[in-house]
């Protein structure tokens, strides 16, 4: 199953035409099965030439007991935990969304550009 997001949009207790103004929520269908990583605080001292290799190949290698991956710039990394789009920065495109079509539920895309992300219309609901 793919995970999706939805942008729930209902107008605030301060609304008014002139001057709109809504409350947003962003919604995960299934949270732990959302992709995403995060960088790894722990110790790596222990990792090898070979292990950095294989994590940047895609492979998993288990560093104090835990599954990491290696991403350039930011080392080594570990699954993020929870939806990592609903815990990023979404709210700017999330207004937009809302001035042009008003309350309701839509569902979103996520967009990634290294660590930066957007939420655009999913297509189907433009």
Known sequence: MTTTHTLNVAHSRWHNED???FDLKLTCSDPAACP????CIGDHSAATDE???N???GDEVVL???AHGY???YGWT????GCPVVENDWVDEARDIARDKGPGSYRVDAEWDD????ITLAEDQS
Request: charge should be negative; aromatic fraction near 12%; proline fraction near 7%.
């Open 78 to 81: 570990v699954p993020f935990k």
């Open 71 to 73: 991403h350039y710039g």
């Open 55 to 57: 994590g940047i190949d």
């Open 36 to 39: 995403g990583w995060t960088e």
């Open 115 to 118: 660590e930066c992300m957007t």
């Open 51 to 53: 292990d950095v290799d």
């Open 19 to 21: 001057d709109p103004d």
């Open 64 to 66: 104090h007991g835990v």
